[in-house]
């Protein structure tokens, strides 16, 4: 069995330049959602029909099709399957490119009732159905032709029968009907559809499929189709990740791509975001109100209110509330980044903590380091970024701004409030701070002076 997925049509009520089958719904273009559904349902070759320019989108896609076809002008269906004619010899499932939510077990269903035809169309039952072309039947309630919205007159726009876009068909007896085609239609394109009339008249057999689950069948063309899709697609992978052991809270409020890996055990708190390579180990608690891409955290993290993108997080570990964990933040085991800490492409050292208001760039930090609040590494000098080298057992004392290239040493403390641009020796104390000066009687006479002057009135200042 193969199938042919016709992905060519440039989508223009989506108002975008991007071609409209690689608008993303949960983390895979929409077409890609497709390509893994026909992998899963175990297709044995599946061929693309692409525009020129979205040709050279589809290596971007982690789902691709075994052969990828180019239809140069978009002159309809018809015409876009015809750049598959080649490969037309065994039974075929034909699919539109923007139907994101349709499932591996439904396309086995469909698979194996339309083998038993011809050509078979799936049609889907409607109250509002808007701009789908209608199923026609004839009086003994088979397949008379199939209308686009366009050339419909107004009574069989009434009909609530309508095509999904999901034929299967024998290719050889498809193939001598491709050819027949014309575009004597409204819309001056090749149906596909007006291959059935021709089929029915020669003697072929047609089914009509009713599908019993409409959603799945969605077509998307403009951007509020995209969201239904995408929410309904949204529900039934929280659905799934709960019933596998994970537990969401208030789940009308999370957000979680179809590409996020989730252990059991794992508890995600409300208004979460978790998108993209990320993988969540078991005993983790997630969220409220975190943001988490392209990153791993492994077990018994506690994450909240805090900002993560292409970070690793090690066992035992906590981050936040607020902290922000930049690409190349890498966390070993049990690491506290408290509030308002920012790390970047920094490796942290079991048991450090940098428990608030921090900014460590560029650092390598050893283990059972504390950082003080206030610190900042200093890496950037306007034209490169320098390391920092921090070792074992370290204390930076508060507001402590480490000038790189720098190195602290094993067991070494800063003094609060230093500026340190030299190496700190193992065991040594870093002191880099002007000596206090106390100017007695300063007050009275800056005060005296400034009423003489007119600047002070009534005690209070300008």
């Not at 330049?17 to 893994?36: C, P, Q, T, Y």
């Not at 065991?427 to 006479?445: F, M, T, Y």
């Amino acid at each position: 069995m193969k199938a042919v997925v016709l992905a060519a049509g440039k989508g223009k009520r989506m108002k975008s330049s991007l071609e409209k089958v690689f608008h993303k719904v949960l983390g895979f273009a929409m077409v890609e959602r497709i390509f893994k559904s026909l992998r899963d349902a175990e297709v044995d070759e599946v061929i693309g029909v692409f525009s020129p320019r979205g040709k050279e989108l589809v290596s971007s896609l982690r789902y691709k099709p075994d052969i990828v076809v180019v239809q140069d002008t978009p002159l309809g269906t018809g015409d876009a399957l015809k750049r598959a004619y080649d490969y037309l010899d065994s039974v075929v499932i034909v699919l539109p490119g923007d139907m994101p939510l349709i499932t591996a077990d439904e396309i086995r269903r469909v698979l194996e009732k339309g083998k038993n035809y011809d050509a078979m169309v799936v049609a889907m039952e409607l109250d509002e159905p808007g701009y789908y072309g209608r199923i026609v039947l004839d009086d003994k309630g088979n397949l008379k032709s199939i209308v686009e919205y366009t050339d419909a007159t107004d009574e069989e726009k009434k009909i609530k029968l309508v095509n999904t876009g999901v034929y299967v068909f024998k290719g050889e007896s498809l193939k001598k009907y491709l050819d027949k085609l014309t575009p004597a239609n409204a819309q001056g394109e090749y149906y596909l559809t007006d291959v059935f009339p021709m089929m029915i008249a020669d003697g072929y057999s047609v089914g009509v499929f009713i599908t019993d689950d409409a959603k799945q069948y969605i077509g998307v063309n403009n951007r509020y189709m995209l969201s239904v899709a995408e929410d309904i697609a949204r529900k039934r992978y929280l659905k799934k990740l709960m019933m596998d052991g994970v537990t969401i809270r208030m789940p009308e409020t999370v957000y979680i791509e179809e590409t996020v890996v989730i252990d059991n055990d794992v508890e995600i708190l409300p208004y979460t975001v978790l998108k993209g390579n990320t993988v969540i180990k078991t005993g983790s608690i997630i969220g409220p109100s975190t943001y988490i891409e392209d990153s791993t955290i492994e077990e018994n993290c506690h994450i909240q209110y805090s900002h993560l993108t292409e970070a690793y997080v090690g066992p035992d570990s906590v981050v936040g509330p607020f902290g922000r964990l930049r690409p190349g933040a890498h966390l070993e085991r049990k690491v506290k980044i408290g509030n308002f800490v920012e790390v970047k492409k920094s490796t942290l050292g079991e048991g450090t903590k940098a428990s608030h208001l921090s900014y460590i760039g560029d650092a390598t930090v050893g283990k059972n380091v504390n950082i003080g609040a206030g610190t900042i590494t200093c890496n950037y000098d306007g034209f490169s970024k320098n390391p920092t080298f921090i070792e074992d057992d370290v204390f930076i004392g508060s507001d402590s701004i480490l000038v790189a290239p720098v190195r602290i040493g094993k067991g070494a403390y800063t003094a609060a409030g230093s500026v340190i641009t030299k190496d700190i020796p193992p065991g040594a104390l870093g002191i880099g701070r002007s000596r206090q000066v106390n100017k007695e009687g300063w007050v009275s006479k800056y005060v005296a002076r400034k009423k003489q002057e007119g600047g002070m009135h009534g005690g209070s200042s300008k």
